[in-house]
């Protein structure tokens, strides 16, 4: 065998019998006390590293079976297909639905990830809102941030149904989460309207149901109920025929 391609064949072998290893794991095996040298022949594999016990273990890409969250984990030793715990946090965020807070991702991560949000809200690479009490992280791509925070405010402050006009299932969950969801993507005209034509859909204390639940004034939600039983909407930038100011006629 060709000696120059004999240290990868060894690296090879070595993970693919204990799973992973480390560095000195690595350099024992081949025989050497340079790092250079095991980095060298590291970059003819394909491997990932543990975002865990600082980046400390090595695995070749083709042993894990990676989760639904693209985490995979052996012995207590944490790895993950988008690699450094700061793009998988990343990664994680923009793909959720509701955001995270820290608590949320140490459930997912089985590590402390404080710091780690921290940074990335500071590189303005995600965003961060105080909600219910604590920080949530969120997508730094306005659209799905706003999808994210209007369902998360969903999700922890549900508005009761027991007094919903005597049916209880106007508003099940299901559906109050469509409700926010479809909301969050309207400009500022179509959600007040959006808010009136779900109003007067339940009828008598709609106006307050549906301002809770999209955290709007009543007020707001009768002027959207009231244009739409008006017909005074304004469509595309142009007003309803006769709406407006009248026209001034010039003299000739």
């Not at 309207?186 to 959006?194: H, K, P, S």
Request: hydrophobic fraction near 40%.
């Amino acid at each position: 065998m060709n000696q120059v391609h004999l240290p990868v064949k060894i690296i090879k072998t070595l993970l693919l019998k204990t799973k992973i290893a480390t560095l000195e794991e690595i350099k024992a095996a081949l025989g050497t006390t340079s790092t250079m040298t095991v980095f060298r022949k590291l970059k003819k594999l394909s491997y990932v590293t543990s975002y865990s016990h600082s980046g400390k273990y090595y695995t070749l890409k083709s042993i894990p079976f990676f989760d639904e969250h693209g985490l995979w984990a052996y012995k207590g030793i944490y790895f993950s297909k988008f690699d450094t715990l700061l793009k998988t946090a990343k990664v994680l965020v923009d793909k959720s639905d509701v955001g995270f807070s820290s608590s949320e991702f140490v459930k997912i991560l089985h590590v402390e990830v404080k710091k780690t949000l921290l940074c990335l809200f500071k590189k303005k690479q995600l965003k961060r809102e105080k909600i219910g009490g604590y920080y949530v992280y969120f997508s730094a791509n306005p659209r799905i941030s706003k999808k994210q925070i209007f369902l998360r405010k969903d999700k922890i402050n549900i508005p009761t149904t027991k007094n919903l006009a005597g049916n209880p299932n106007i508003l099940a969950h299901e559906l109050r989460a469509a409700i926010v969801l479809f909301y969050s993507i309207l400009d500022e005209q179509q959600r007040r309207l959006y808010a009136g034509l779900e109003s007067l859909k339940i009828g008598y204390g709609g106006d307050k149901i549906i301002g809770e639940l999209l955290y709007l004034e009543p007020h707001t939600v009768a002027k959207g109920r009231k244009e739409l039983l008006s017909s005074d909407v304004q469509v595309d930038g142009i007003r309803k025929k006769g709406a407006g100011r009248p026209a001034v006629k010039k003299n000739t």
